[in-house]
């Protein structure tokens, strides 16, 4: 919703500004440029992209209009799964924690946690890692440097969206240029004209560089940089389970795996320690005490 604000602001400060000064807002209605320059950026997104990553930048647009997912009750409800996976295995020991590894769509651990059943490449970047120490003779310090390298591999992957869009932003003026200088062919056929049409003319040509101009600065670059803080929001996400399971390896109690965790989120999304407790401490002991689902 806040993106949408943001967009009539920029639309209403520069067509407003435009219009304070006697502009008249119908010359600015021009299809043919807006045609030459969306056909050119859309057909340069298809040069310059294999599908997968056009797929991948149609999900993160989707993304920015609903915001930013990781919430302080995300991270509440993270912490409290975390802990309460934890705290079977140090009670009840690993194997009592295979059959919520491995069906965790069946846990009633897992089944609480909604936000980490759907997203589904956290859930098996927790999961996956469980059932590396399920199996044994992992090191801490290995174990770390193979969560670091997972969460930079999805890193660089969710890094070449912002890269496309702030290039896509880079060329949009170059894109309005093209248009103006295809108005200007256009006025030197006319120029024999009388000096009003020749005038008109001009005017459409140099709206396809400020087409171009504004949609680079005013929206697709600040889109770039939108993409980028989500990308880094998710990637904390990541850091956090990471925290926790590594902590937990080196054989921290579950209190104390969960105040790691809770210490690498961004100070605006943080539960306070006092917060943290208590929802650990109200977590239900039904699921914790029910017998683990039985494989399908």
Do not use: W
């Amino acid at each position: 919703m806040f993106v949408y604000v943001g967009i009539a602001v920029v639309l209403v400060g520069v067509l407003g500004g435009f219009a304070a000064h006697g502009g008249p807002l119908g010359v600015l209605i021009q299809p043919s440029e807006f045609f030459i320059i969306g056909g050119a950026t859309i057909g340069s997104l298809m040069i310059s992209s294999p599908i997968r990553n056009l797929k991948q930048l149609v999900a993160a647009i989707g993304a920015v209009t609903r915001g930013d997912r990781y919430t302080k009750e995300v991270y509440v409800n993270t912490l409290k799964t975390m802990y309460e996976v934890f705290t079977i295995a140090t009670r009840d020991g690993l194997i009592n924690l295979e059959q919520h590894i491995e069906h965790p769509e069946k846990s009633a651990i897992f089944a609480k946690n909604e936000f980490l059943l759907q997203h589904h490449h956290g859930l098996a970047f927790f999961c996956d890692t469980i059932k590396l120490l399920l199996g044994g003779g992992v090191p801490p310090h290995d174990l770390e440097a193979m969560l670091e390298a997972d969460i930079e591999s999805h890193h660089a992957e969710t890094a070449t969206t912002p890269t496309m869009i702030q290039k896509i932003g880079d060329s949009l003026p170059g894109l309005g240029i093209v248009a103006a200088v295809l108005g200007i062919v256009v006025t030197m056929q006319a120029i024999d004209g009388p000096p009003a049409e020749i005038g008109n003319k001009v005017a459409a040509a140099l709206v396809g560089t400020f087409i171009g101009v504004l949609a680079s600065y005013g929206f697709v670059q600040p889109l770039a940089t939108h993409i980028e803080v989500l990308n880094q929001s998710e990637a904390r996400f990541f850091e956090c389970i990471k925290a926790g399971v590594v902590a937990f390896s080196k054989g921290n109690a579950p209190i104390m795996v969960v105040e790691f965790s809770r210490r690498v989120i961004f100070s605006d999304v943080r539960p306070t320690f006092n917060e943290l407790e208590s929802a650990v401490r109200s977590s239900a002991k039904p699921a914790e005490n029910q017998p683990p689902p039985e494989s399908a």
